[in-house]
């Protein structure tokens, strides 16, 4: 019998601070036994031995070979992780949850929108939606955080706003010398932005505060709450559906999330 | 006489429940088992004969009081349950013009175990002292130190010097003593339902359950169960005061009140304090004398 | 039906206790027993649940020292006997959430294929048995590999091969003895909360006042889950130091504040009233939703340990008024 | 051949007297064991007595806590309120089985640096003479 709750053996390829504030590191990881297969918006959970597991959502995508994670340091394992150097072993359990739907976002327009550190999962959607990139019709995304310093692969985004092919509106919250992008908060630029609800998904990651007030924006954009996607955060210990603590009503966002669709949590308790 | 007294709380908790003192009061109401009362919310003053007073009414009510912050509360007490009341006042975290307070003088509360073992489904009429929890067996305070208003004429108090069972224990040797101590911490399945119990372990955040520092590590090797213990009674030193909820409220009957009595039997001898008699009195280890005993250095 | 010698069937048990860890009624509560003189029943039922043996308190998943993983390695076989119906049927309903299709939880499931449920029928149910609303009932042998019943001197017994097969050269015939009547008896004493329904009822109370009411007097210690034989949540948690590390998992309950809590200090059941909504949910409304089954066997313990005298019976009967 | 048994103890020792105390033992060139691992604390009156029970949980022999005389504190009171906290602690400990001379007090001053060798002498022979601790020890099998 396989047991899932003994993690794998890997290694950290490399390792730095994503943000100028040093509160973001990001951990590029290499597996000792091959690659992971998973879906964009799956997560892993990491280990520091003596210190404990956490989950984190998987940044990289499946194209590339390593595993990207990004940890905020909140607490007692996030610390530990943000001490990890080049070339330190790490062990790692997954890939665990669902995935974004990427099958049915299949000839749809996509918009992503998200704020803050939550862009993890989404850079490995966006960079899975480049890489198949014919069997999607048009990209948006909206994307912003505090100050720039605050963004996450902020090269990256440069790049991927170069391309004609996937529309990229950044935005930081207040006017920041030497910034050109959109000024304003999230549910204000999307608005301005205002892409098309036809026959488009929309995919939506970050700070609760970000998330009630975009809310009644995609209300107003017409998007159906079948075709809204968020990816919830919640305390997690075991992620196989065992140990009982993420669960939103029946559903536990470990095994059964954490990608739910807005009309399947409207009908579910507030405990998010 | 209790129904005297039963008589007397709904007439006052109607009372104040009409007369808009209070939003809530705080009671007992029937318990759905033998030999049990249980806690009740009352806010309609229609619903006050849902009250009720007899000699299974063990719970300590000040455990609730912090539970309704924007509310003036009328709360049942017994003699332990009102020094609750004065040690939370004491340590600020209650303000006296929110409570309403019923009084009643308590002859001790009755072991429901006990009397199950005994007596099985059918209570009995007349109930001697040996039925009494450990708690209330020395009970120095029977009736209520603060009130606004008084049920029943109060009962005697005990003279007797209270502390027998600490003075006792600590003729046992050395060795005993441990073996007693890992023999009740061993049953201990860590449900924390002492601490809940108790009116004073208000910490937003137990030591127990804190990861950096991480105190304690999760689980039942003995020690952890020992320190738990050690730390959760030393956490009350000074400050308990001694109405037992805690080991009533252990499921797996594990003796705790060993502990927290020897503390407050120091805190007698060593400081002369009482805790929950005067609310304006700094708690012993809030405060100091230039000459506390210092026999124990070296 | 068959008959077995009481003191046959101990000398059997002594004999078995080499090959097979025993577990029995130990006084008040369930345990491992090195003689079966040690078997002693205090109450109608044991206050700590036999879900202890499948999973325990505190268990090791794996050791980690030097850079190696170790799992724990386990092939005891168990015997558990005298185990109530209620209990063996809370085992089943484990059975649910570890033996899954898709993550098989090999702890649960290597002592629990090597495990023999041993129930004994109770004669004389409790005041704070309600078994029978859940579809099961005193004499229930269903969900235990064999049942047995206490008739003085000797037990009847009945059970599949596997169980029967320890007492071999021990069956007699049991002469046609008649249990309709106790059995009845015994399930006539136990009053019983209507449950039918509450699932489908459930799912619309989410936000309903009733759960500020009935969570009021609740204290929120954790003696109603730890002694429940069908809860099992559990964290997972790392100790050790100097390079040796343990990652085990030990119970933890719901009705805890921290259970939710975040590291961002974020929790989404703060407040108690939720969190008694989250236990009775779990058990009359997520378990049936996933399962088919009520997550609750009404072996009443919650009821008779709970400090402050929370009696779920009273909360089923709320929900099926409202 | 056996080696002596050398006792595990943490000391936690006031900045402002006993850990200066110390210092004064050293460069006086007093000799005094070396089995207290000295943990410099700010005042006695920062002793959290779980500090003192964590240390006999995380394995220690013994737990020694110096601080300034009555009257010497650099808070002014900080140890008035330690020696409460210390007494009540000690009290417990030895009310539940637990040897009374694993957590023992004193004050030693910043001047007392024959003092301090002299405690320190006493606190590592009075340890010792119990012998590698029994109670308490963590069981787990790792």
């Known amino acids: 019998m396989n047991n899932p709750y003994i993690p794998m053996s890997g290694k950290i390829k490399k390792a730095w601070f994503e943000s100028t504030d040093r509160s973001l590191r990001t951990l590029d990881i290499v597996l000792d036994n091959g690659k992971m297969d998973f879906i964009p918006g799956q997560f892993c959970e990491i280990s520091i031995m003596g210190k404990g597991e956490s989950p984190f959502g998987i940044a990289s995508a499946p194209s590339e070979d390593f595993l990207r994670f990004t940890v905020n340091k909140t607490g007692y394992v996030t610390a530990a992780i943000h001490w990890l150097e080049e070339e330190t072993p790490v062990w790692i359990r997954g890939p665990l949850g669902n995935g974004y739907p990427v099958e049915k976002f299949e000839g749809k327009n996509i918009v992503i929108v998200s704020g803050g550190f939550a862009f993890t999962t989404l850079r490995s959607l966006l960079i899975y939606l480049l890489d198949h990139r014919d069997k999607y019709k048009d990209i948006t995304v909206v994307y912003g955080a505090r100050e720039p310093g605050l963004l996450l692969y902020r090269e990256e985004l440069q790049e991927w706003a170069k391309r004609d092919d996937v529309n990229i509106h950044l935005a930081v919250d207040a006017e920041f010398e030497g910034w050109q992008g959109h000024v304003g908060f999230v549910p204000t630029i999307l608005e301005k932005v205002s892409p098309s609800s036809e026959d488009a998904y929309l995919v939506m990651c970050g700070p609760p505060a970000m998330i009630k007030f975009t809310l009644p924006v995609i209300k107003k954009l017409n998007f159906p709450s079948e075709k809204v996607y968020t990816s919830l955060e919640r305390r997690m210990k075991c992620g196989i559906g065992k140990c009982g603590r993420c669960n939103i009503g029946p559903y536990y966002v470990c095994k059964d999330g954490p990608v739910f669709s807005l009309d399947v949590l409207e009908k579910l308790p507030k405990e998010y | 006489m209790a129904d005297k007294i039963v008589e007397n709380i709904r007439k006052e908790a109607k009372r104040i429940l009409e007369e808009k003192i209070v939003d809530i009061v705080i009671g007992f109401e029937k318990g759905t088992l033998p030999y049990t009362a249980s806690p009740v919310f009352i806010e309609n003053p229609d619903d006050v004969d849902k009250l009720i007073w007899n000699r299974y009414c063990h719970n300590n009510l000040a455990v609730y009081l912090r539970n309704f912050p924007d509310k003036k509360i009328g709360i049942i007490v017994k003699g332990c349950d009102s020094r609750s009341i004065v040690a939370l006042m004491a340590e600020k975290q209650l303000t006296r013009e929110n409570i309403y307070i019923i009084g009643v003088p308590c002859e001790g509360m009755l072991d429901k175990n006990k009397l199950l073992e005994e007596f099985g489904d059918n209570p009995p009429i007349e109930v001697k002292e040996e039925f009494l929890y450990p708690s209330c067996q020395y009970c120095e305070h029977k009736n209520p130190v603060i009130y606004d208003f008084l049920t029943g004429e109060p009962v005697q108090e005990k003279e007797e010097e209270p502390y027998p069972d600490v003075v006792e224990f600590e003729k046992k040797t050395l060795d005993e003593r441990w073996k007693y101590f890992q023999e009740e911490a061993s049953k201990c399945i860590r449900c924390y339902a002492c601490r809940q119990a108790c009116p004073m372990c208000y910490c937003e955040e137990c030591f127990v359950d804190t990861n950096s520092p991480k105190w304690l590590d999760p689980g039942i090797d003995l020690p952890d169960l020992q320190v738990w213990h050690i730390i959760r009674a030393y956490h009350q030193a000074g400050r308990c005061v001694d109405c037992g909820a805690c080991e009533r409220a252990c499921p797996m009957d594990i003796k705790i009140l060993w502990l927290t009595r020897k503390l407050n039997k120091d805190v007698r001898d060593l400081f002369e304090f009482e805790i929950g008699i005067d609310p304006e009195k700094v708690p012993p280890l809030g405060t100091f004398s230039l000459y506390d005993k210092e026999e124990f250095l070296i | ?322 | ?142």
């Open chain 3, 1 to 322: 039906m068959k008959k077995i010698d009481k003191k046959r069937l101990f000398e059997r048990l002594n004999n078995l206790i080499k090959d097979y860890v025993v577990y029995a009624p130990k006084g008040k509560d369930f345990g491992k027993i090195e003689d079966t003189s040690e078997i002693k029943r205090e109450s109608i039922n044991v206050r700590l649940s036999p879900k202890q043996v499948f999973l325990p308190q505190e268990e090791a998943l794996f050791t980690f020292k030097q850079g190696d993983i170790k799992v724990p390695e386990n092939n005891e076989k168990y015997i558990l006997f005298g185990i109530r119906p209620c209990d063996a049927k809370a085992i089943a309903l484990l059975d649910k959430n570890f033996d899954t299709k898709d993550f098989p939880d090999p702890y649960y499931i290597d002592r629990r294929k090597n495990s023999i449920l041993i129930a004994e029928a109770c004669i004389e149910p409790e005041s704070t048995c309600f078994c029978t609303a859940f579809g099961s009932g005193p004499f229930e042998s269903k969900d235990a590999d064999a049942l047995i019943i206490d008739r003085g001197d000797y037990y009847l017994i009945d059970g599949n091969e596997k169980a029967l097969s320890l007492f071999d050269g021990l069956l007699e015939d049991d002469g046609g003895e008649k249990i309709l009547e106790l059995k009845k008896k015994a399930e006539d004493s136990i009053k019983s909360p209507v449950v039918e329904g509450i699932d489908k009822k459930l799912s619309s109370m989410i936000d309903d006042p009733i759960w500020d009411e009935v969570s009021r007097k609740c204290i929120t210690c954790g003696a109603c889950t730890y002694l429940c034989p069908t809860c099992y949540c559990f964290d997972i948690q790392d100790v050790g130091k100097d390079d040796k590390y343990m990652r085990e998992r030990v119970w933890d309950s719901c009705m805890f504040t921290v259970y939710t809590l975040e590291a961002s200090g974020h929790n989404p059941r703060k407040e108690k009233e939720k969190r008694m909504r989250q236990r009775v949910m779990h058990k009359f409304n997520y378990y049936p939703f996933l399962y088919d089954e009520y997550g609750c066997v009404g072996c009443g313990r919650c009821i008779k340990y709970c400090p402050v005298n929370v009696d779920i019976r009273k909360i089923i009967t709320k929900i099926m008024e409202v």
């Open chain 4, 1 to 142: 051949m056996d080696k002596e048994y050398e006792p595990n103890i943490i000391a936690f020792l006031c900045n402002w007297c006993s850990y200066a105390g110390a210092d004064l033992a050293g460069v006086s060139r007093f000799q005094y064991p070396a089995n207290p691992k000295v943990v410099r604390v700010p005042c006695s009156g920062r002793i959290n007595p779980m500090f003192i029970v964590k240390s006999l949980y995380e394995g220690l022999d013994g737990v020694w806590v110096s601080g300034c005389h009555p009257g010497d504190c650099h808070y002014n009171t900080g140890n008035y309120y330690a020696r409460r906290r210390f007494a009540l602690l000690k009290n417990m400990l030895s009310h539940i089985g637990f040897e009374e001379d694993r957590t023992l007090f004193s004050w030693v001053s910043a001047s007392e640096g024959n003092i301090f060798a002299d405690k320190a002498k006493e606190v590592t022979a009075r340890i010792k003479k119990l012998g590698p601790r029994k109670k308490l020890l963590k069981n787990r099998d790792i």
